[in-house]
């Protein structure tokens, strides 16, 4: 291998948490496998800063006040090409200052976690205005046309039931690997759930309930699962994780107050590993990092709260594989969740079909992928055998 360490561009968008996620996890893996690494936000470096804010703003509107416009315009998106006329020139936005970027970076490959980067990406290999490999990691178990482009070297997608779904698209075979979703570095390790509950004050023998709604919880139904959580006639202890939502964790702990210390409420935290660690099922919508992450812990979910668009597609790959359950109602997740925590041997089909999905090291595979396969050179640091250890271990 040469001496210079190759260049890799990952390119995200702050639309949710799970594309930077994807993008920060990669770029860990990438520099541990001896590349030189750059992490741009999209839209807010290459087209521009007030763009990134209001138009980040008309997406969090959408899917708070007007649902069932996201959902159309996610149905509508669906059956377009990337390059239409009629995604309002998406399919190009920040090609001008990407161009730039390749030329005073000199990228040996880019990566995207999103698609409007590699829609920018693939404009750019087309008109012949660069050469570099370019992959797209899906952050989602879904296959969406937005996400399909005419220049993409590489697909790396979430689980192996995604692969036929692209090449049922036209996407040739030898294009589409599946990697799993890059998480951080944490959910390749061995997690004690001895020691996590410890570390908590959990009842080493109890169960355990923990309730999410990603980064930003208000986007859930943590407040219907949190009177759920709090009405069960359960000797249960719950964990029910606000997120940035200040406001929302201050009614979480009014609902569930007279609860007492068996349900406890936190805001933001970087202890998802050690809070997974510590159930025994997760009350979550289904959006593709949190389900990446249940994944990587072998952890039972019941989907609850999900989203129009993505999310609900992927509370159907996972419920159809095995690992999740889903309520739509707060009495069917009442049901659905006691159902799940009493009869006997639930929680161990639903792990084990969890397991069934987990990818070994998943940010890892993509990186070893995008400096193979795409810029031809060896990763230094990480090899099959520690691909293998990191299977067993999580």
């Known amino acids: 291998m040469s001496a210079i360490a190759p260049r890799a561009l990952v390119l995200s968008a702050s639309y949710g948490s799970?594309?930077?996620?994807?993008?920060?996890?990669?770029?860990?893996?990438?520099?541990?496998?001896?590349?030189?690494?750059?992490?741009?936000?999209?839209?807010?470096?290459?087209?521009?800063?007030?763009?990134?804010?209001?138009?980040?703003?008309?997406?969090?509107?959408?899917?708070?006040?007007?649902?069932?416009?996201?959902?159309?315009?996610?149905?509508?998106?669906?059956?377009?090409?990337?390059?239409?006329?009629?995604?309002?020139?998406?399919?190009?936005?920040?090609?001008?200052?990407?161009?730039?970027?390749?030329?005073?970076?000199?990228?040996?490959?880019?990566?995207?976690?999103h698609p409007t980067p590699a829609g920018a990406m693939s404009y750019l290999r087309r008109k012949g205005?660069?050469?570099?490999?370019?992959?797209?990691?899906?952050t989602d178990f879904t296959v969406h046309r937005q996400w399909l482009h005419p220049v993409v070297d590489l697909y790396c997608v979430p689980a192996e039931g995604i692969r036929p779904l692209l090449i049922a698209r036209g996407v040739?075979?030898?294009?589409?690997?599946?990697?799993?979703?890059?998480?951080?570095?944490e959910f390749d390790e061995?997690?004690?759930?001895?020691?996590?509950?410890?570390?908590?004050?959990?009842?080493?023998?109890?169960?355990?309930?923990?309730?999410?709604?990603?980064?930003?919880?208000?986007?859930?139904?943590?407040?219907?699962?949190?009177?759920?959580?709090?009405?069960?006639?359960?000797?249960?202890?719950?964990?029910?994780?606000?997120g940035r939502d200040e406001r929302l964790a201050g009614r979480l702990r009014e609902i569930t107050r007279d609860a007492g210390p068996r349900v406890r409420v936190l805001g933001y935290t970087p202890e998802i590993r050690q809070l997974m660690a510590a159930a025994n099922l997760l009350v979550t919508k289904a959006g593709g990092a949190s389900l990446a992450e249940a994944i990587a812990c072998e952890l039972p979910v019941v989907s609850f709260g999900s989203l129009s668009g993505p999310e609900k597609r992927n509370e159907r790959f996972v419920v159809?594989?095995?690992?999740?359950?889903?309520?739509?109602?707060?009495?069917?997740?009442?049901?659905?969740?006691?159902?799940?925590?009493v009869e006997p041997g639930a929680l161990k089909v639903l792990s084990?079909?969890?397991g069934e999905l987990r990818p070994p090291a998943a940010a890892h595979a993509v990186a070893r992928?995008?400096?193979?396969?795409?810029?031809?050179?060896?990763?230094?640091?990480?090899?099959?055998?520690?691909?293998?250890?990191?299977?067993r271990g999580g």
Request: hydrophobic share 50%; with cysteine; net charge positive.
């Open 369 to 391: 992928a995008l400096l193979e396969r795409l810029v031809g050179t060896q990763s230094r640091a990480f090899s099959p055998s520690d691909a293998e250890r990191a299977a």
């Open 190 to 242: 061995v997690a004690d759930s001895a020691a996590a509950r410890k570390a908590l004050g959990l009842d080493p023998d109890g169960l355990v309930v923990l309730a999410m709604a990603g980064a930003f919880g208000w986007t859930g139904r943590l407040p219907e699962a949190a009177r759920v959580l709090c009405d069960l006639p359960l000797p249960l202890e719950a964990i029910i994780v606000a």
């Open 172 to 185: 040739p075979p030898e294009r589409v690997l599946a990697t799993g979703l890059p998480l951080r570095p």
């Open 18 to 113: 799970g594309h930077n996620a994807a993008a920060r996890a990669l770029e860990s893996a990438l520099q541990s496998a001896g590349a030189q690494t750059r992490v741009v936000d999209h839209f807010r470096e290459l087209v521009h800063p007030a763009f990134d804010q209001w138009s980040r703003r008309l997406f969090n509107f959408l899917l708070y006040a007007v649902p069932v416009l996201w959902a159309l315009g996610y149905w509508i998106g669906d059956q377009l090409p990337a390059s239409s006329d009629f995604v309002l020139g998406m399919g190009s936005l920040g090609t001008a200052r990407l161009r730039s970027l390749l030329e005073s970076f000199r990228p040996d490959v880019v990566v995207s976690t």
């Open 320 to 341: 159809k594989a095995g690992g999740a359950l889903r309520a739509r109602s707060a009495g069917e997740l009442a049901s659905v969740v006691t159902n799940a925590l």
């Open 129 to 138: 205005l660069t050469r570099v490999p370019h992959a797209l990691v899906y």
């Open 352 to 354: 084990q079909r969890m």
